[in-house]
């Protein structure tokens, strides 16, 4: 079955890291990716992971994935107001004959960074 | 701008009208997605075309529903006779493959509200 689960809530200081984290059960989840979406916004494309890295980082983000307890993380450092949003947590699995690849979303992160 | 579009970005009608939103994807996408995201919730599959045709729906489509995309560009999203429970954020991706990556890019989404 699919189900991505993620944590509800996170508060950080500024200049704090934070540590989103989310869990999956489709173990042939080939890309995950993490989308942030600012209040009435669509989602904005952060980053991405292939299910065959451990780590990836992209400036100030890090991106650890730990296929054997299938666990995503997202790690921002030096936190700033600007990163208070939702973070949402997707896998993407090539299903059926067609090759469809919707993104199988969590319910959302909400980071909220405090000055 | 060469990002996806969405039109209207919000819409309020009442309960028994119908509703047509429209999605512009970006121009070299071959794929374009259909998503619902209800409050405090991530994005829902709906539907998906290649190009022109209409590959896959989901069951949460009822027969409502019904989306275009003529000629492989824009596409439609019809929902007739709206009930309260339509009342969403209706988001559309791009994409365009390459091998088994695909990374889906949002619009900023139309927000319906069914009174």
């Known amino acids: 079955g699919e189900d991505v689960e993620q944590s509800l809530f996170l508060s950080v200081r500024e200049g704090d890291s934070s540590v989103i984290n989310c869990t999956y059960t489709?173990?042939?989840?080939?890309?995950l990716y993490w989308y942030k979406q600012e209040p009435g916004a669509g989602l904005q494309l952060l980053t991405y992971?292939?299910?065959?890295?451990d780590m990836k980082q992209d400036q100030r983000l890090t991106v650890l994935l730990n296929k054997k307890d299938k666990h995503l993380s997202l790690r921002i450092a030096d936190t700033q107001t600007g990163d208070s949003a939702i973070y949402f947590c997707a896998e993407s699995i090539a299903r059926g004959d067609t090759g469809r690849r919707a993104l199988t979303f969590g319910s959302g992160t909400r980071l909220q960074v405090q000055p | 701008d060469t990002g996806v579009s969405q039109n209207p970005r919000h819409k309020i009608t009442k309960r028994g009208q119908n509703v047509t939103f429209r999605c512009d994807p970006i121009?070299?996408?071959?794929?374009l997605y259909w998503y619902r995201q209800t409050l405090g919730q991530g994005p829902e599959f709906l539907t998906y075309?290649?190009?022109?045709?209409?590959?896959?729906k989901s069951r949460l489509l009822s027969d409502r529903f019904s989306a275009e995309r003529p000629k492989g560009s824009f596409s439609t999203l019809e929902i007739q006779r709206t009930e309260q429970g339509d009342s969403a954020m209706y988001l559309c991706a791009s994409s365009q493959t390459r091998g088994q990556k695909e990374t889906q890019y949002f619009g900023p989404g139309t927000r319906l509200l069914v009174l």
């Open positions: 121009s070299e996408h071959n794929r």
């Open positions: 992971i292939f299910s065959n890295m």
């Open positions: 075309f290649q190009n022109e045709a209409q590959l896959e």
């Open positions: 489709d173990s042939s989840s080939t890309y």
